[in-house]
């Protein structure tokens, strides 16, 4: 038999076993770490909806935080908006969910992508991961997104929002403390954070959209996470009403496989909170910034199970592909994403990826 049909032939079988034990062991820690909007698992309480950056430990609870100055900011890849095709496997892109009423008293207000990664050498034993990479901060490089549709804001301008953990190596060659640092994993450093990002300003310098002015970030430093068979890390983030404007609160919250917990409060500068504006939510695991791409070994397998919650009755709930994101990875759907509801104005959408 021709080798290229053997290879097939393996991939199709590995892609079976994948699927089945992902259902049964990914979905533990789907359930184990959820989050509802602004309400923890039962042991720990609401985070303070107050601006600024939020840590929680078992012994002090919630307490404020240091957020990143600009200045740090700046050693950041930023989550640049897509200028050609996004590639996920066969330039799939990634899985958001959405809904066909545009009436605008039915916008998203909440929005959470949980990932579990998974991977299993032959015979297919749970432990083991393989290496991933990306292509601009090597190894152990990458992002949990969940990322807002654009919008019309201010200024006649176009705009973007997206939650976000990010593993990378910091720009400019120097640490988030200003000491030099070359590429590589010790140099490695997370954060977690809300982007609000002026694609008219981002994108106004050719080529790309590489113009740091266009992005803000209110971002904290984070217990830094290795790729390992069991992470899991769930993003959220919605809109919480502010007295005396028009705009509200943007509010995300990040809980990681080690039991550390974060939340960001930020005024919404652009507008996401307007009525109507936030449509559509997407969501998966992709490269660091700056439109770089995870490169995950063969074999690793990822659960993403995104939730969005409307104002109102939704009509015509559907799936859509999003390409707003210049980040990739090289992973390929297992089959279609599948989508349930639950009570009037919440659908999830779980996908499963392998390479």
Not at 216 to 232: D, E, F, G, K, P
Not at 306 to 333: C, M, Q, R, W
């Amino acid at each position: 038999m021709p080798s290229r049909f053997k290879s097939k032939r393996v991939r199709i079988v590995l892609g079976l076993v994948l699927i089945l034990v992902v259902l049964t062991v990914a979905a533990f820690g789907y359930y184990e770490y959820r989050l509802q909007q602004g309400r923890l698992i039962p042991s720990v309480p609401k985070p303070p909806l107050v601006a600024g950056c939020h840590e929680y430990t078992k012994s002090q609870g919630w307490r404020t935080v240091e957020c990143l100055t600009p200045e740090q900011v700046r050693h950041i890849p930023p989550p640049q908006p897509h200028v050609s095709p996004l590639a996920q496997g066969g330039g799939n892109g990634v899985v958001g969910g959405a809904h066909l009423n545009t009436v605008t008293e039915s916008p998203i207000t909440f929005a959470g992508v949980n990932i579990n990664m998974i991977a299993y050498p032959p015979p297919f034993l749970l432990g083991w991961i393989g290496s991933e990479t990306d292509s601009k901060s090597g190894p152990d490089g990458f992002s949990i997104q969940l990322n807002t549709n654009t919008y019309p804001g201010r200024n006649s301008h176009t705009y973007w929002d997206q939650f976000v953990v990010q593993s990378f190596t910091p720009l400019n060659g120097a640490g988030l403390n200003s000491q030099p640092c070359s590429s590589g994993s010790a140099c490695r450093v997370d954060v977690f954070g809300i982007w609000q990002i002026d694609l008219n300003v981002a994108c106004s310098t050719p080529p790309g959209c590489g113009n740091l002015n266009g992005y803000s970030c209110s971002c904290v430093l984070i217990t830094a996470q290795i790729l390992t068979a069991s992470y899991i890390a769930l993003v959220q983030g919605f809109v919480e009403p502010a007295a005396g404007t028009p705009y509200g609160d943007l509010v995300s919250l990040a809980i990681l496989g080690d039991g550390t917990f974060y939340s960001v409060v930020v005024p919404d500068y652009y507008g996401l909170s307007v009525q109507g504006h936030w449509q559509q939510a997407s969501g998966t695991i992709l490269g660091a910034g700056g439109g770089s791409r995870a490169q995950f070994a063969t074999p690793s397998a990822v659960q993403t199970t995104l939730s969005v919650t409307f104002a109102g009755p939704v009509l015509l709930e559907h799936t859509y592909i999003d390409k707003t994101t210049a980040e990739s990875n090289n992973l390929g759907y297992i089959g279609s994403p599948q989508m349930a509801f639950s009570g009037c104005c919440t659908i999830t959408v779980s996908t499963f990826s392998f390479v």
